[in-house]
């Protein structure tokens, strides 16, 4: 089947928008995971759902960061009033269950001007 | 909780001479263990992976990785580089089956290839 697939690929935003980033994961997939990573940096949890549990959103930098998930299917990530250290390209990952090997999406270029 | 340290930043060796990243985590009990490779302008890819067993894993790309209770350690080698091995390479460890655990990715080791 297909990949873990993200969308847009690509997105420039004026700072202060808000911005919705979409990851649909490989079917079947329970758990899902958001990463951030930053020019020539390594890879920023920031939100990880399993199943039907509360989601932990340890990795979120602030409150202007909000994820959600419909059941074990899509997930969209929000950041309100973007700044320009928002920018990064943004991963999504799924797997079988926690704690099992990941695949990644393409991820999304997020640039704030 | 599980944490995973790449102590090596950038690692430069020349085309055709032998290669090891080094991996170290910390759990308590034995953690599945990843490395993944991320080439420039690509996705992250999964080169190998370590859930129990034989503690010498094989993965693609003529990649290796031995996991080592004693040290904490899941070295990645590869007896003879490419130049198109030059990327980026991160160990990461996950907690099975648990709905509390995440996976964790270390900071990663930039590969170049000298010609």
């Known amino acids: 089947g297909a990949g873990v697939s993200q969308s847009p690929s690509n997105k420039v935003t004026e700072k202060g928008k808000d911005v919705e980033l979409r990851c649909d994961p490989i079917?079947?997939?329970?758990?899902l995971y958001w990463y951030r990573q930053r020019l020539g940096q390594g890879l920023e949890f920031l939100i990880y759902f399993q199943g039907n549990s509360a989601p932990d959103k340890s990795g979120l930098p602030s409150d202007r960061f909000s994820a959600e998930r419909t059941g074990e299917s899509v997930s969209t990530l929000t950041i309100q009033r973007t700044q320009q250290e928002d920018s990064a390209v943004y991963l999504c990952?799924?797997?079988?269950?926690?704690?099992?090997?990941?695949?990644f999406g393409p991820g999304t270029r997020l640039t704030v001007t | 909780a599980q944490s995973v340290t790449q102590p090596d930043i950038h690692i430069t060796v020349s085309e055709g001479a032998s290669l090891e990243l080094r991996c170290n985590y910390s759990?308590?009990?034995?953690?599945?263990l990843f490395w993944y490779v991320q080439s420039p302008g690509q996705g992250l890819q999964l080169l190998l992976k370590y859930f129990s067993g034989d503690t010498l894993v094989q993965g693609i790309k003529g990649f290796e990785a031995e996991f080592k209770r004693s040290q904490s350690s899941f070295n990645l080698r590869k007896p003879s580089v490419h130049w198109s091995d030059a990327a980026e390479y991160f160990c990461a460890v996950g907690v099975p089956y648990s709905s509390a655990s995440k996976i964790i990715f270390g900071s990663g080791t930039r590969l170049s290839i000298r010609p």
């Open positions: 990952a799924s797997s079988w269950t926690s704690g099992s090997e990941q695949y």
């Open positions: 079917s079947g997939h329970t758990a």
């Open positions: 759990y308590g009990a034995t953690p599945y």
